[in-house]
Nanobody, 115 residues
Framework: QVHVAESGGGLVQAGGSLRLSCAAS????????MGWYRQAPGNQRELVAS???????NYADSVKGRFTISRDNAKNTVYLQMNSLKPEDTAVYYC?????????WGQGTQVTVSS
């Protein structure tokens, strides 16, 4: 069973930065795409950014130029550097790992941006 665990959330003022980390464990197979999603109260879960095993990235328009996703394949870890944070970035952020046609999710980490 693949286990996915996020860390790094917290409270930050608008304009500040946070770095999220996510480690996937429990598999001997290669992890394909990894990504970050977020869900604010009353909203659907949405893609923030994703990265393929080869490093191809994809970003939501709302975070382009402010967030950067990266990964370390040797550690099965993905990171999300979030700069110039805005109150509308407030949400629970979830990590996703795609392994052998299955999606695995972490339990989420809260990011709160105060104005």
């Amino acid at each position: 069973q693949v286990h996915v665990a996020e860390s790094g959330g917290g409270l930050v003022q608008a304009g500040g930065s946070l770095r999220l980390s996510c480690a996937a464990s429990g598999t001997r197979f290669s992890i394909n795409d990894m990504g970050w999603y977020r869900q604010a109260p009353g909203n659907q879960r949405e893609l923030v950014a994703s990265i393929s095993r080869s490093g191809i990235t994809n970003y939501a328009d709302s975070v382009k130029g402010r967030f950067t996703i990266s990964r370390d394949n040797a550690k099965n870890t993905v990171y999300l550097q979030m700069n110039s944070l805005k109150p509308e970035d407030t949400a629970v952020y979830y990590c996703n790992a795609f392994v052998l046609s299955f999606n695995y999710w972490g339990q989420g980490t809260q990011v709160t941006v105060s104005s």
